[in-house]
């Protein structure tokens, strides 16, 4: 969600700044800012939208200064404004935060009680107004900061500079990412290594409840209890280069076509190749012992757990539960000890899933990892990380990490299969070959975008879509209705199609769109029927099939699109294109923001 970028270093940090916010605007926002130390006193610039307005203001009012922090804010608390826009500052500091204070509003209280003003309403100007409360106090800004921690509840990564401290800032983690990157004479702060890619490869990551000295010359890193402590210093593997668009439109167009290679990047790290069969990394534990696992993510990764229980059921016949991380945690469901809990995220620090992680790992379970962003906290936190390899996904809709995801999950339900052997090595080799298919394959898909766009007309001028499914399909029918959602603001639903007549066909009428999932599967007749129920009362069918059931409905329906042949259990990777291709080419003719969709942030680091 925000993001956090500071530098201390000994030239002119503003333009640097604000080049390191534009690479976070991926992460969503609604307002940036940026403030330095000049002559020793704070100077801001903020400004409510996108950030080429805080680049004006910058323009007309230029920053001085070599120590600086920078903010894109996503709101909790208070409307986006300029008021409420980070850097807060008061007398003494000026400080962005990440996060939520829960108790912000004891602490606002109390500060009002003492004689304190606010200028903002958010929950981050407590934080800086206590700070300052300590400050007057005599406490030093080390002092101060370590005092203001202990007051503090929630979660928030946290940089502050310091008025007359040139060169300092004083960073703090508890529950949202920070990272430090080293130069030479100069030290950077950042949400990810996103941010500090162009700035530094050199980079250690503040472990939960760290808090950092930060100046020029490196850090004195601190955990909870105020010990100094030593952590890694790593060489990231994000590239310097600010990714762009190519020839593509938007992010999520060059993304959704990105599929099939970086579809066949993850598959060379899952299979090996030469034998056709799955490949794991050492591990301490034996999965295929495991008596029950639990998946758990949020949204698009929520959904790509919900097909691969598909997969580890039949497979690897194996129970498995597939939860969603904001529920999890809270519903007190027993935990098996000799249970496997594999968590789904592209960025790797979503809040619900790592809190999840962490409540796993308290009750004893082994944990396993899929993300995409090998440096994150899901990744260095679980026993075992599976990376996606999809590289960079700036659009805020996920598309590529989402059959990535899927991609690492299928071979990890081959590889438990062949262990628990409950199939053999033949069949396992088939299951392998279908996937090795599937990058050629979605390239055909792609080649008929023109149909998507065509098609797309259908669905923005409706109010309500709804996408049905079976099997492996029903989670991609619930993934299409949240891409629609999400690119184009078009109520949609998904629905497992036998569920249909238990309430949701109530919807159907002569205006209602209705996408169909139906590849040639065991449960295809009954899809099909279902479908015969929809156009019986009259609704637009776009029915999405192989040659022979797209041929079955080829008059009846609204459209019909005729998909590549291919195994049932490699049919996910396929059906997920048309859903995605959906929404991107319905949110075009509507106008709105495809790679930035109001409201929504691609890492959600807060509850």
């Known amino acids: 969600m925000c993001g956090i970028i500071g530098i201390a270093g000994q030239s002119a940090v503003a333009d640097r700044l604000l080049e390191s916010l534009r690479r976070l605007e991926y992460r969503g926002y609604d307002s940036a800012g940026i403030a330095t130390l000049v002559d020793g006193r704070i100077e801001r610039r903020r400004a409510e939208g996108k950030i080429d307005r805080l680049a004006a203001r910058l323009a007309e009012e230029p920053l001085a200064g070599t120590t600086g922090i920078g903010h894109t804010r996503w709101a909790t608390h208070g409307a986006p404004s300029e008021a409420n826009a980070h850097p807060h500052a008061t007398d003494r500091l000026a400080l962005v935060h990440n996060g939520i204070i829960e108790n912000h509003a004891a602490l606002r209280k109390e500060l009002i009680a003492r004689g304190h003003r606010f200028s903002s309403e958010t929950d981050t100007e407590v934080a800086a107004v206590l700070i300052t409360d300590l400050l007057a106090g005599g406490a030093s800004p080390k002092d ?94 994000s590239t310097g280069a600010l990714v762009g668009k190519g020839n593509y439109r938007h992010f999520m167009l060059k993304e959704i076509h990105e599929q099939p290679v970086v579809l066949g990047d993850t598959l060379k790290g899952c299979l090996a190749l030469d034998m056709r069969l799955p490949r794991l990394p050492p591990l301490a534990f034996k999965p295929e012992e495991a008596t029950r696992w639990t998946l758990i993510g949020c949204g698009t990764a929520h959904y790509a757990s919900r097909v691969a229980k598909y997969w580890l059921e039949e497979l690897a016949q194996v129970p498995v539960e597939s939860e969603l991380a904001s529920e999890f945690r809270y519903r007190r469901a027993p935990l098996d000890p000799k249970g496997i809990a594999l968590f789904v995220s592209q960025s790797g620090e979503t809040a619900d899933t790592l809190a999840a992680l962490r409540h796993c790992k308290a009750n004893g379970l082994h944990t396993i990892g899929v993300v995409n962003v090998p440096e994150s906290s899901i990744a260095r936190e679980v026993e075992v990380s599976l990376p996606t390899n999809a590289g960079p996904e700036i659009g805020v809709a996920s598309t590529k990490a989402f059959t990535t995801q899927l991609a690492v999950m299928a071979t990890l339900a081959i590889a438990i299969g062949l262990a628990r052997r409950t199939i053999d090595e033949k069949r396992a080799r088939a299951l392998a070959e279908a996937l090795i298919e599937v990058p050629a394959r979605m390239t055909e898909v792609l080649a008929r975008a023109a149909q998507f766009r065509t098609l797309a007309q259908t669905l923005a001028a409706a109010r309500d879509v709804i996408y049905l499914g079976r099997g492996t399909c029903y989670p991609l029918a619930l993934e299409g209705a949240l891409k629609l959602k999400e690119v184009s603001y078009i109520h949609a639903e998904g629905y497992a199609a036998g569920e249909l007549k238990h309430g949701p066909i109530a919807l159907i009428d002569d205006v209602m769109p209705v996408v169909v999932l139906a590849p040639p599967d065991h449960l295809y007749e009954k899809t099909a029927s279902n479908v015969e129920e929809v156009i019986a009362r009259g609704a637009k069918v776009i029915f999405i099939s192989d040659a022979r059931g797209a041929a079955q409905f080829k008059d009846r329906a609204l459209a019909t699109v005729e998909m590549p042949d291919v195994d049932p259990f490699a049919a996910p990777f396929l059906y997920a294109l048309p859903v995605q291709l959906l929404a991107y080419y319905t949110a075009v003719l509507r106008g709105t923001d495809v790679d930035q969709p109001r409201n929504l942030a691609k890492s959600v680091t807060v509850e």
């Not at 979660?155 to 920070?178: D, E, H, T, Y």
């Not at 949400?191 to 990551?205: E, F, K, N, Q, T």
């Open 144 to 237: 101060a900061v370590a005092a203001a921690l202990k007051r503090l509840e929630g979660a928030f990564a946290l940089a502050i500079v310091f008025v007359g401290k040139p060169g300092l800032i004083i960073v703090a983690r508890r529950g949202s990412p920070l990272a430090l990157g080293f130069g030479q004479g100069e030290t950077y702060i950042g949400s990810d290594a996103m941010a500090l890619a162009p700035l530094s490869r050199r980079i250690a990551y503040l472990e939960e409840g760290d808090w950092a000295e930060v100046t020029p010359d490196g850090a004195t890193i601190y955990d909870e209890a105020g010990r100094v402590v030593a952590r890694p210093v790593r060489m990231a593997e």
